[in-house]
């Protein structure tokens, strides 16, 4: 069964393009943006089930777009697409309000159980031998 909306925001409309295709069988709706006022306007109007969400994304008021949007909408959904691997910049994701961190190289294998999970209530992080080995389980 579908569910309702998705927000898809990355700079590179390449990459929404693949994310949209990974994900169009599970929403109903979906909209893409490719910077940061489009994606808070958005984010504001549409109030989306879910939002996916490169951490590389320039925001003006914090220090990375997890924080923006941890802050701007506390409780709604989202998972940070991201190239780093660091724990810490995990950590920091997860402790802004993200509900999942998902390496971009590996966006074809784990985007799909991140949405499941994300969209259960649960907490999503990509399975690489490096993360699992730093990252403390959710409680």
Do not use: W
């Amino acid at each position: 069964m579908k569910q309702g909306c998705l927000l898809l925001a990355d700079s590179h409309m390449n990459m929404l393009g693949g994310i949209r295709g990974l994900l169009e069988p599970f929403f109903e709706t979906i909209m893409m943006v490719t910077d940061e006022k489009s994606l808070l306007e958005a984010a504001e109007k549409v109030r989306p089930d879910l939002i996916v969400v490169d951490l590389s994304m320039h925001v003006s008021r914090e220090i990375n777009v997890a924080r923006r949007l941890g802050k701007s909408f506390p409780g709604m959904k989202f998972i940070i697409l991201s190239i780093h691997d660091e724990p810490v910049a995990v950590e920091e994701c997860l402790e802004a309000g993200a509900a999942g961190f998902v390496l971009k190289r590996m966006a074809d294998t784990d985007l799909v159980p991140a949405v499941e999970a994300v969209m259960k209530g649960e907490t999503y992080v990509s399975s690489t031998r490096y993360l699992q080995r730093s990252i403390r389980p959710a409680a």
